[in-house]
């Protein structure tokens, strides 16, 4: 797709220490350890301070993804932040982000496509390599969901969880990389999944507070058909894009929303499981940081080895989704790797 090859040169994650078990929340709300494990494949997920913004999460991930890249902050030419909890509305969370990595006065902006941002992030900055205007791109996806989570909604409070997940994106050899992309949505789904109030539709008054408009507010079970059909379409979409076959993905790396989601797509792509990062029992539904937060665990576990192809595969609020396939190299061979067949 591209005219210059663009790799991933770097990963880091940071989540909050604290751990919130489906056991806590049996003593928050009506429901039960058994009932979130059965049907989401969540045992705990991660909650940031109270002083803990989206922007402090960023900022570690960033720092961890920027040495696992050996560049420095002043190499960065462009931060891009998947967020859909930024720590203001505005100035974007990327320009705070860049002030305190100590990147020199570089562009820095914002992307709100929901749980799919990390990966519009990953193919918009890619952009900007292939086109030979920029070296090194900052991609992270970063998320406080906890802050926008109303904790008295049984139906959604036990599936998110707070994260960040970093990627520096470089130019790569010819064939390595980013092979293939797609990106997509449908705003007929857009009431399936959102914030009500705080915006110009609804600006936030003492009422939408009082009927608690600021919370997340889902419709699950539509959103579930959706993500089931959208993770295997998206999936073959770019496994084909990409010139490949099936049976030639090393690992698939999907949107870590609910087990039984993800088991459905792999099912009907013909994957077997063990080809599959899963942490959603870990982490929950962390939105835009889900793909790297997984990458990262995949690559520091030593299940991504040179050469590897990688779909990587998310969905959400829009409704929106987006697929891409990379050829993976390691640190080791990072700017050295031998184009092979
Ligand atoms: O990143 C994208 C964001 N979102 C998603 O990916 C979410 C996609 N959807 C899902 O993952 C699932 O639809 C949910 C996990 C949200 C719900 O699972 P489900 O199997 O679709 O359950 P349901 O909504 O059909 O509800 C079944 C029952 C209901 O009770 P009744 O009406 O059958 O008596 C709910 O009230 O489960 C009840 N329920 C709960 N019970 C205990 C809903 N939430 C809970 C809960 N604990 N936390």
Known sequence: MAEVSVGIAGVGICVPDRVLTNRDLESMVDTSDEWIRERTGIRERRIA??????????????????????????????????????????????????????????????????????????VAGAQFIAAGTYRTVLVIGA??????????????????????????????PAGWGLLAACLGSDGAGGDLLKIPAGGSRLPASALTVEKKLHYIHMNGREVFRFAVRILSEAASEVIRAAGLKQDQIDLFIPHQANIRIIKAAVKRLELPMDRVVVNVDRYGNTSSASVPLALDEAARSGRLADGDRVVMVAFGAGLSWAAAAVRWYSTASRGTPEPTG
């Open 143 to 172: 998320e406080t969901l906890s802050k926008i989570i109303n904790w008295e909604d049984r139906s959604t409070c036990v599936l998110f969880g707070d994260g960040a997940g970093a990627v520096v994106l470089r130019p790569a």
């Open 49 to 122: 301070a109270p002083d803990q913004s989206t922007s402090d999460l960023a900022v570690v991930a960033a720092r961890r993804a920027l040495a696992d890249a050996g560049v420095t902050p002043g190499e960065v030419d462009l931060i891009i932040v998947a967020t859909v909890t930024p720590d203001m509305v505005f100035p974007s969370t990327a320009s705070l982000v860049q002030e305190r990595l100590g990147c020199g006065p570089v562009g820095a902006f914002d992307l709100s496509a929901g749980c799919t941002g990390f990966l519009y992030g990953l």
